[in-house]
């Protein structure tokens, strides 16, 4: 008959695989209650031993994967926004349609994975608090302002050297893109939010009439 220290080291031996994942399931756990916390309460309002609470997890462990409230708002930033353009510019590279279609596609895929979700609250949280944490205002710009403006500026640049969009300043037309997009995340987000207001045809409306005023007028000289 086997010892009782055969059966221990089996019991060992099965708990440690769990134990594993669950390690390693922490970050991602932690990265969602502070997502969570900061859309909720703001980056500033949030205490840290709330975030680790939240995560089911003691405070020592939350400084363990992340050693500051600010180092962990860079990973909420990374695995929600940063993580995304990868799939984005694949999406652009390989998009067969017309520019305006490109547009149409663009501005509803970002609003079923961002702008519909708690993550359009990040930006409604650095445009509120981003000047008074200039280091964390500077790695959103950076890791994700720049890179979107620019994946903007390669769209409208297809729609003019195809001739489908008229000569435009791609440095300036992009922010009438993203005008709609970013008033629809402080709207998500505010205590302003009107009754039978539709933002997935407010969306549709604008991105109509933005392309009215780009789509290049044939015949006019």
């Known amino acids: 008959m086997p010892s009782s220290g055969f059966f221990s080291e089996k019991l060992r031996n099965a708990r440690a695989p769990k134990r594993e994942r669950r390690k390693e399931a922490r970050p991602g756990e ?18 840290s031993e709330e975030v680790a609470a939240r995560a089911g997890v003691s405070k020592g462990t939350l400084f363990l994967y992340f050693p500051s409230k600010e180092e962990l708002l860079k990973a909420v930033i990374s695995e ?17 349609g017309s520019t305006p279609d490109m547009l149409r596609f663009c501005m509803r895929i970002w609003w079923e994975s961002v702008g519909s979700t708690k993550v359009a609250g990040i930006t409604k949280l650095m445009l ?46 992009i922010y009438t893109v993203l005008a709609p997009m970013v008033f629809l995340m402080i709207w998500q987000h505010s205590v302003c939010v009107e009754d039978g207001f539709d933002p997935e045809k407010y969306l549709e409306l604008q991105t109509e009439t933005l392309l009215n005023g780009l789509v290049a007028k044939r015949g006019k000289s």
């Open 30 to 47: 932690l990265v969602e209650a502070a997502l969570d916390l900061f859309v909720e309460k703001g980056f500033a309002a949030t205490r």
């Open 128 to 173: 509120s608090e981003g000047r008074n944490f200039p280091d964390l205002a500077a790695f959103y710009q950076k890791e994700f302002v720049e890179p979107a403006h620019e994946l903007l500026r390669k769209i409208l640049r297809r729609g003019i050297d195809r001739g489908e969009f008229a000569p435009v300043d791609v440095n300036l037309a």
């Open 80 to 96: 929600n926004l940063v993580g995304r353009f990868a799939q984005w510019n694949e999406q652009f590279e390989s998009f067969e």
